[in-house]
């Protein structure tokens, strides 16, 4: 045992000391600076908070705003946002009918109500707006524009669903496909380059953002796929056991999930971008900085290390973007 303990004290330091020199090195990487980051955001807290507010306030707003829209208009967004679902059988046909009884929506909501809609569902364009200003150490911009933001923001998605719902019927099958899979990321890398710009006040340069962009655009539609396998049994059975209602149970289950490569993406544009390899010299080019022009400086990083229970913790503010 005297003789033992040593050379066992021994391999046990040899074996942390690898460890350790294992984790310096993932460290280092910029996949593990993702996760910090994510960390740094608070991502579980935060994806709850998109999910609760997209489906108490988005999804609704897609519902009546589509039921001002054309009949084409209206049946593309609907094919759009059901495929993307997974939504079908008996949960298909309920949910068609609330974009099929498009006069009773116009009739009990009217023009004002729809501008009410509108601007009352910019409480999940403030929320999206938190995400990408934290991930990128941003301070606030102030609450001017606000209300405007929010619209412009939904009119740029309710266009790429309309679209993408458009080309799915003469892509969307058969050789076609590989067609419209390359159209939808690019049209959906075009949607969330242009709302990491919108959302963090054009105040950092268009070059650097485009990697949040496909890499949203990438995160998104992997989930999607996946979401196509998984989400018709998911709401099958809840719609079987509770009705409409078990729909909406799944919806809060698939827009978490949704938040979750939003965060994914804001958090990896950050990250590529400030990079000081070549990575990061790529995608910045020329021009070093991630910023444009006269715009305030970004606020400096944490001092603490954020560690796994972080991400489980309330958001500090919800009043204040940051």
Not at 21 to 43: H, N, S
Not at 92 to 107: E, G, H
């Amino acid at each position: 045992m005297t003789t033992g303990s040593p050379r066992l004290r021994a391999r046990v330091a040899r074996a942390r000391d690898r460890v350790t020199a294992v984790r310096e090195r993932a460290q280092r990487t910029l996949l593990w600076q993702v996760w910090d980051r994510m960390l740094e955001i608070e991502f579980v807290d935060r994806s709850v908070a998109l999910a609760g507010k997209a489906f108490v306030s988005f999804f609704p707003l897609i519902i009546v705003v589509a039921a001002f829209l054309p009949a084409s208009i209206r049946n593309s967004i609907f094919t759009s946002l059901t495929h993307r679902l997974g939504v079908e059988g008996g949960a298909l046909v309920t949910a068609k009918r609330a974009f099929a009884s498009s006069d009773q929506i116009r009739k009990a909501t009217g023009v004002l109500g729809l501008l009410l809609t509108i601007f009352y569902a910019t409480s999940f364009t403030t929320a999206l707006q938190r995400v990408y200003l934290r991930t990128w150490r941003r301070p606030s911009g102030g609450k001017g524009g606000e209300y405007l933001r929010g619209p412009v923001w939904f009119f740029a998605m309710l266009s790429s669903m309309a679209i993408l719902g458009a080309l799915r019927g003469p892509l969307g099958d058969g050789p076609g496909i590989v067609a419209f899979v390359v159209v939808s990321v690019v049209i959906t890398s075009a949607l969330w380059w242009f709302t990491a710009w919108f959302m963090l006040l054009g105040q950092v340069r268009w070059r650097v953002l485009f990697p949040s962009g496909v890499v949203t655009a990438l995160a998104s539609g992997v989930y999607a796929v996946s979401a196509s396998i998984w989400m018709p049994g998911v709401v099958t059975r809840n719609f079987a056991q509770f009705g409409f209602f078990g729909i909406a149970l799944a919806l809060v289950t698939w827009f978490s999930g949704t938040a979750i490569c939003l965060l994914i993406g804001a958090c990896a544009g950050a990250v590529f971008a400030a990079d000081t390899g070549r990575v990061g010299r790529f995608i910045r080019g020329r021009d070093p900085s991630l910023l444009v022009e006269g715009a305030v400086p970004s606020l400096p990083a944490p001092e603490r290390t954020a560690g796994l229970r972080d991400a489980f913790r309330p958001a500090e503010d919800e009043e204040s973007p940051l």
